[in-house]
């Protein structure tokens, strides 16, 4: 008998899944709209041209393959917080700001809740949106946290549940933890408005509830990275000692170079470097140290003015292409009659629009269409392009009706 003969079969990954089944299908018609990675006109990957030019420096400077330190290339953490927090937050240039580099955002998330499931003092339970990033959960769990959700999404609108997310946040037990999307929430696309966003932090500010954020679409939403970092830089001005994740797959569509960061705000210099101590105890048994180069990439662009407003440049156009992606789709299906309420399409914002599409409506589309996209109806705007939005649109239209 073998050891592993009572290992059960788990379930595929939901959205991997997705990939699964467009690479069988053989039309050519086919439309993969399941996993969130930024296409460009004709569809295909795209290597950002700021990322290029950073490559050939790196090459002409020939460094060395030794191990980062364990909390990473210290000119990546330095430029990455600062992109974050921006260069006149307080905390910053007070010192007391912790900072790692992490193995993207989803290893951001993971040294942020062991690090929370070994040091923070009260109710190690998070509460995520409902729904979430379908990955938050098994994170949160898998390093000990307790996970419990909020309500956030309001089917009847396709829009955010704000009461619902009050009165959720304001229920909750004292000083628990609670994630937030700081822009472009996945899988939903729906943002709170700044002002909401302030209620959202009297609310945690009241409850002493423990802001985690998570950003892994830092300019990505609107073009723009400051107005993408609104909210976690909002927090932190209103004396929140927040969490964050960065990750720069997306926005500098980094993705398998595994690029990010994971900070903490503290109260004073010695408080960061005790916590600096522990975020490394908590790093080394993980994985050591992180890889070079992404970091390397990342850091010579936050670095260099010019490559740094290419990229800036760059970021724009991936998500205006995807804002003009909206509006045409939206256009599409409101010329063809399509029965329902489409608006939501423009108003939703980043890599994925929630179209409202039901599971049977999704499994038609699969079938008879060749378009693929998650059980839930939510589709990644970036695999819409000239050539396939007709057909996307026409196809939805036909699966409605
Ligand atoms: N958080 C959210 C909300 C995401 O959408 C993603 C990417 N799909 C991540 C974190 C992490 O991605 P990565 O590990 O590739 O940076």
Redesign the pocket.
């Given at each position: 008998l073998s050891v592993w003969s009572a290992v059960p079969a788990g379930p595929p990954d939901p959205i991997l899944g997705v990939t699964e089944a467009f690479k069988a299908d053989k039309d050519p018609r086919k439309i993969n709209l399941g996993v969130?990675a930024y296409r460009d006109e004709n569809g295909k990957p795209y290597v950002l041209n700021a990322v290029k030019k950073a490559e050939e420096i790196l090459v002409q400077q020939n460094p060395d393959k030794e191990y980062l330190p364990i909390t990473g290339l210290p000119e990546f953490t330095a430029s990455a917080a600062k992109l974050a927090y921006s260069a006149d937050s307080a905390p910053l240039k007070e010192g007391r700001v912790a900072v790692t580099q992490s193995i993207?955002?989803?290893?951001a998330?993971r040294i942020g809740g062991a690090f929370l499931g070994r040091f923070y003092p009260h109710v190690k339970t998070i509460y995520l949106p409902v729904p979430s990033?379908g990955n938050h959960t098994p994170v949160f769990r898998d390093s000990g946290l307790e996970v419990k959700g909020y309500r956030y999404f309001d089917k009847k609108t396709v829009g955010l549940d704000f009461e619902g997310l009050k009165e959720d946040l304001k229920a909750a037990p004292e000083k628990s933890i609670v994630l937030l999307?700081a822009c472009a929430h996945?899988p939903t696309g729906v943002d709170p408005t700044p002002e909401q966003w302030k209620e959202i932090s009297d609310i945690v500010k009241e409850k002493q509830l423990f802001p985690f954020f998570?950003m892994?679409y830092q300019g990505f939403a609107s073009g723009d990275t400051a107005r993408d970092a609104f909210a976690v830089r909002y927090f932190v001005e209103q004396g929140h000692q927040i969490a964050l994740a960065q990750?720069f797959?997306k926005n500098m569509g980094l993705?398998g170079e595994r690029v990010?960061a994971f900070s903490l705000v503290t109260s004073s210099p010695e408080e960061r470097a005790r916590v600096d101590s522990q975020l490394k105890i908590v790093i080394r048994p993980m994985y050591s140290n992180p890889p070079l180069h992404g970091a390397r990439i990342a850091s010579t662009i936050l670095r260099d003015e010019q490559l740094y407003r290419l990229w800036e440049g760059e970021v724009k156009h991936m998500a205006n292409r995807i804002i003009q992606m909206r509006d045409r789709l939206y256009d599409n299906l409101v010329g063809q009659n399509t029965p329902g309420e489409w608006s939501h399409i423009k108003k939703q914002i980043g890599m994925f629009s929630f179209t409202g599409l039901t599971q049977p409506q999704t499994k038609v589309l699969a079938e008879k269409a060749h378009i693929y996209m998650t059980a839930d109806g939510r589709i990644s705007m970036a695999g819409l392009n000239g050539n396939n939005i007709d057909y996307f649109a026409e196809s939805v239209s036909k699966a409605v009706k």
């Open positions: 969130g993207s955002g989803t290893g998330l990033w999307h996945n998570d892994a990750s797959a993705y990010g």
